[in-house]
């Protein structure tokens, strides 16, 4: 049983610490707010192991609820409760971390960082972490935490491991894995409609940056400040988007550009390429973004100071568009029709390849990911039609195969 008057004892004790009333040179005043930040932390450790053991014991589920509920009902923020159960969880896979918050070295916020940073790291990695790569990334964000990293830069620098553990092994990361979208709607008992997504990075960064173009606070018709909330500015946002893709899809759409987008290349080559929204970016990413698509590549040095801004281009502007709708009438991998493609370059814009007729071709956003990261290929043929080369998972001998348009195409047609 806990001793309640030595506990109160504490927080008596605690409460008693308040700032000196002299302290010209703030010397005492600082060491007293370090003490609380140590006991402070201290108490955030052991609010952790108590969650999780009090998790380990069912209380909550044996209640029908869950801990993260029970924390709420208790008085513990949302917010909190969501932050100290995620790191109960992970209690016992991260020994050098939970050491170091135990002796107050460590804020919650903090060890939810590493802990969100690993789990990054697992995301984007094709391959299980052995218990040797997760001490290794686990020594990494806790050196940067404790040489002052904020939670968002530990949080940039695992997506940055996670990145270039994808890039080198090969394989589709979390990031880029369109089979783990989703995306739900209900009715609400009020009639209003609460929507979830999850959602690949690519698909994060546009819808992010084009609900930021249009969320931005606008003075009222007296000149008096915008009254909407932040979250509701982005309401209105997405009705916006909602009525401009409606007007769009009533018109000759064919060569509209998509989504403006920003892509930051370090000069030395150290780090992958990142987006302004969503964070560092995996190079099959990057390549798939210069596809099709408004695209503005910016090269940093070491301090992210702009060395060179490419021109912002437009890819495959209208009458070329059309000219390879006409030749592949729809996706030529699975048929999708013209207005749910991308005009993809089969040889790569990053590798210099050319925007022009015969290096381009129609992908839907399935295919298209697969031709980035499942390993297919495609050529353009003698006939000046795409042809699609399966892996050789599909096709041990990787034949190729002719566009969805001219799969009934005979032998003698060809010749």
């Known amino acids: 049983m806990i001793d309640t008057h030595s506990l109160d004892a504490v927080l ?11 302290d010209p040179t703030g010397r005492s005043t600082f060491q007293r707010l370090e003490f609380l930040r140590l006991v402070r932390n201290t108490v ?4 952790v192991s108590h969650t999780a053991a009090l998790d380990g014991l069912r209380v909550a589920e044996k209640a029908g609820s869950t801990t993260k509920k029970l924390l709420i009902e208790m008085g513990f923020a949302p917010t909190v409760s969501t932050r100290t159960t995620r790191i109960a969880n992970a209690m016992g896979t991260l020994s050098k971390v939970e050491a170091y918050a135990a002796d107050g070295r460590l804020s919650g916020e903090i060890v939810d960082a590493i802990v969100r940073g690993i789990t990054v790291i697992e995301k984007r990695s094709p391959t299980q972490l052995s218990d ?9 964000l806790l050196t940067q935490a404790l040489s002052g990293a904020t ?11 996670g990145n270039t553990i994808a890039d080198d092994q090969g394989g589709i990361p979390a990031c880029d894995d369109r089979s783990l979208d989703t995306l739900s709607h209900h009715l609400t008992d009020d009639s209003r409609v609460d929507i979830h997504a999850n959602v690949t990075q690519t698909v994060g960064e546009k819808f992010i940056a084009m609900i930021d173009e249009r969320s931005l606070p606008r003075p009222e018709p007296d000149g008096t400040l915008d009254r909407r909330s932040a979250d509701q500015r982005r309401a209105d946002a997405l009705e916006t988007l909602l009525d401009q893709a409606a007007v769009g899809a009533a018109m000759d759409t064919i060569g509209t550009p998509r989504t403006q987008t920003l892509l930051t290349i370090p000069a030395d080559g150290g780090n ?16 798939r973004l210069s596809c099709d698509g408004t695209l503005t590549e910016i090269i940093i040095d070491g301090e992210t100071v702009p060395l060179q801004m490419g021109r912002e281009r437009r890819l495959f502007p209208p009458h070329l568009r059309k000219a390879i709708i006409i030749r592949d009438q729809n ?14 370059h089969i040889e790569h814009w990053t590798d210099d390849g050319e925007t ?22 495609i050529m353009m043929g003698f006939d000046r039609h795409p042809w699609l080369i399966p892996p050789a998972d599909v096709d041990p001998r ?18």
């Open 12 to 22: 008596d004790r605690l409460g008693e610490i308040t700032p000196p009333s002299d």
């Open 44 to 47: 955030d450790h052991q609010i």
């Open 398 to 415: 990787r034949r190729a195969l002719p566009a969805y348009n001219r799969r009934t195409m005979r032998l003698d047609d060809a010749a």
């Open 356 to 377: 022009e007729l015969d290096n381009g071709c129609l992908l839907c956003q399935r295919c298209h990911t697969q031709v980035h990261h499942n390993g297919w290929d």
């Open 331 to 344: 996706c030529i991998k699975c048929g999708a029709p013209p207005s749910h493609t991308q005009v993809h």
């Open 132 to 140: 040797d790569e997760r001490a290794v990334y686990e020594t990494e």
């Open 272 to 287: 992958p390429a990142s987006l302004p929204w969503t964070g560092p970016t995996t190079q099959a990413t990057a390549k």
């Open 151 to 161: 939670p968002t830069e530990i949080q940039k620098h695992a997506q940055t491991i």
